[in-house]
């Protein structure tokens, strides 16, 4: 079945602005590993592409520059082909400057080079190649889109977009490819003539995320139980195995990224930068913060900045939805093989655990939610809240609260439930405490709207009519 390009519009107008700039180009395209940067690149730029090569893990320079050889001459006509493989990448850029400046082309030409932290490795002599290839070449020139791609974004940012040598200040446009919405999971399910129910999908998106490669696997005609049985727990399932191999292709030294996803993975609610460095026995310096900016720059976790302005209050939680249910359901049980997930869909353990899953998945859908509210043109600041209780103070936690210039928050209460939600005399007077002791907390002077956000509305009844300001329903995650 051949694959449409769903959604990226945001993306798309980023390529197409650069297709029609009248200067050389040079971008840089980052993303976690199985997210379709490729995919992106090869569709959209399909009639532009001129040399495109795929750097190859942990393997030596000189197979990098056989392929490199063996690249180029798919390209070459016979009567031009190399016979010698380069010695070096400044000389492997020389025959690609000849190769180049040989074609005419009608529109710009695109230069794709694929996992570049693969192929720039220390000691290869790569980026210096690639910065005389870019400064004294191709910049000079006005057809050239220089597009290089990695899926080690902590790499690409350090290295490429914020490079302090020969490539200072080169990058004309970024892009950072993010998973999926919930709307473009649909639209991408519908284009394979998958059909399923909303809740259906979003159970999916909790399990998967929005990962296109994951979503390939989806198949027609079977119930989502079915396909995380099957993904997850049979022998060749995709994702029964992907967890290690997804961290150890990102990041050197793995284990140090996987430990923080772990700790984060037993606290949902989060945790301050001090307490996961205890947590981790981590130091506080440079080391820390590359490898929690490494995995905020893939998507794995996410950082809300506390409302006010101590900012050593800042929450990380993990918002990579395959790593959580990996970490709770595969990785530490030793059930496996086909209806395992069948019986473990029936547990509390599911029903507990589903709760923060869509606490992750709406949070990860704030811009939805805005709209839903009707505030997509006010300029809001996203955070979470946490007071921890006392002997004589109760304590409170918000997930999501909207803190807006037109003098309102929204408290936002995330319930994940299979029908009408019912706000109960019990539940309501959690819901006032929450509201009462953030007010006394922060001593904000601003209105409190108590948002509800759940799967199917809140059913009326004299306790949501009394404290419920707006509710949004799952639908309203699947807009653009």
């Known amino acids: 079945?051949?694959?449409?390009?769903?959604?990226?519009?945001?993306?798309?107008?980023?390529?197409?602005?650069?297709?029609?700039?009248?200067?050389?180009?040079?971008?840089?395209?980052?993303?976690?590993?199985?997210?379709?940067?490729?995919?992106?690149?090869?569709?959209?730029?399909?009639?532009e592409i001129v040399f495109s090569i795929t750097g190859m893990n942990k393997t030596e320079l000189s197979i990098q520059l056989e392929n490199f050889k063996n690249v180029l001459n798919r390209r070459l006509e016979i009567n031009k082909q190399i016979d010698a493989v380069p010695k070096s990448w400044l000389e492997a850029f020389e025959l690609l400057k000849i190769y180049v400046a040989s074609l005419t082309p009608k529109n710009k030409m695109v230069i794709f080079i694929d996992e570049l932290p693969w192929l720039a490795t220390r000691k290869s002599g790569f980026l210096p190649a690639l910065e005389i290839f870019w400064n004294d070449w191709a910049s000079k020139r006005s057809d050239i889109i220089l597009l290089v791609c990695g899926s080690a974004a902590s790499w690409m940012i350090s290295n490429i977009v914020k490079n302090t040598g020969g490539l200072y200040n080169r990058i004309t446009k970024r892009i950072r490819l993010s998973p999926f919405s919930l709307q473009e999971v649909e639209a991408f399910l519908k284009a394979r003539n998958i059909y399923l129910e909303r809740y259906d999908i979003l159970q999916l998106y909790m399990i998967m995320g929005g990962i296109p490669h994951y979503l390939k696997s989806v198949e027609k005609g079977k119930s989502v139980t079915q396909i995380i049985d099957e993904l997850?727990?049979?022998?060749?399932?995709?994702?029964?195995?992907e967890f290690q191999n997804l961290y150890e292709a990102l990041f050197n030294k793995p284990e140090r990224y996987i430990n923080i996803v772990k700790i984060l993975a037993a606290h949902p609610k989060g945790l301050t930068r001090n307490e996961l460095i205890k947590l981790a026995k981590l130091s506080s310096g440079g080391t820390t913060s590359r490898i929690l900016d490494g995995l905020e720059e893939s998507d794995f976790i996410v950082r809300y900045l506390p409302i006010g302005s101590n900012l050593k209050l800042s929450l990380y939680k993990l918002s990579d939805p395959y790593s959580a249910f990996y970490l709770k359901f595969i990785g530490n049980t030793r059930a496996k093989g086909k209806g395992t997930w069948i019986k473990k869909a029936e547990k509390a353990s599911w029903k507990s655990w589903s709760g923060f899953a869509f606490e992750r998945l709406c949070l990860s859908h704030s811009i939805q939610i805005k709209k839903a509210i009707g505030i997509q043109s006010v300029y809001t600041e996203e955070a979470s809240w946490h007071k921890k209780g006392t002997n004589t103070d109760k304590g409170a936690q918000i997930d999501l609260l909207i803190d807006r210039a037109d003098n309102v928050i929204n408290i936002c209460e995330i319930k994940f439930f299979q029908d009408l939600f019912t706000i109960d005399k019990s539940y309501a007077e959690k819901l006032r405490n929450k509201l009462t002791v953030f007010k006394k907390d922060t001593k904000t002077k601003k209105t409190l709207f108590l948002t509800m956000i759940t799967t199917y509305g809140v059913k009326e009844n004299q306790y949501s009519i009394s404290l419920v300001q707006q509710s949004i329903k799952m639908d309203s995650l699947f807009e653009t």
Do not use: H, P, W
């Open 232 to 241: 997850c727990f049979t022998k060749d399932g995709i994702l029964r195995d």
């Open 1 to 47: 079945m051949a694959m449409q390009l769903i959604g990226r519009e945001k993306e798309k107008k980023i390529l197409t602005q650069v297709l029609q700039s009248k200067e050389s180009e040079f971008v840089a395209l980052y993303g976690r590993r199985r997210v379709g940067k490729t995919f992106l690149v090869d569709t959209f730029y399909k009639n």
